[in-house]
């Protein structure tokens, strides 16, 4: 029974760090949309769909070195997903820009 309730504390912390990651990641990708403003609104919406993904996937391993070497627990997590929002959006911005040609 242990390991249940184990499991169960585990899913739901995995919701709250996951919501956390995607509200910030949201707000990175805004971010960079303000300083980068780009013409064609496809691209637009790529990039920021692209930061949100990667505030969410890639943002819980950077919260978890985050929380580790500061032990800052929710912060941690919103700060890992504003950087890997803006990030994410940044490397899909400079991946359309190379491959893609502008218009």
């Known amino acids: ?11 739901a912390n995995l919701r709250e760090q996951i919501a956390l990651l995607a509200f910030s990641g949201i707000g990175g990708a805004f971010f960079r949309a303000v300083l980068a403003p780009e013409e064609q609104w496809k691209r637009r919406v790529v990039q920021g769909i692209s930061g949100a993904l990667s505030a969410i996937f890639l943002g819980g391993v950077l919260a978890h070195v985050i929380d580790s070497m500061t032990g800052a627990g929710v912060l941690s997590y919103l700060a890992a997903g504003f950087l890997m929002g803006s990030g994410g959006e940044l490397a899909v911005k400079a991946m359309q820009d190379k491959m893609m040609v502008k218009k």
């Open 1 to 11: 029974m242990a390991d249940q309730t184990g499991l169960v504390q585990i899913f």
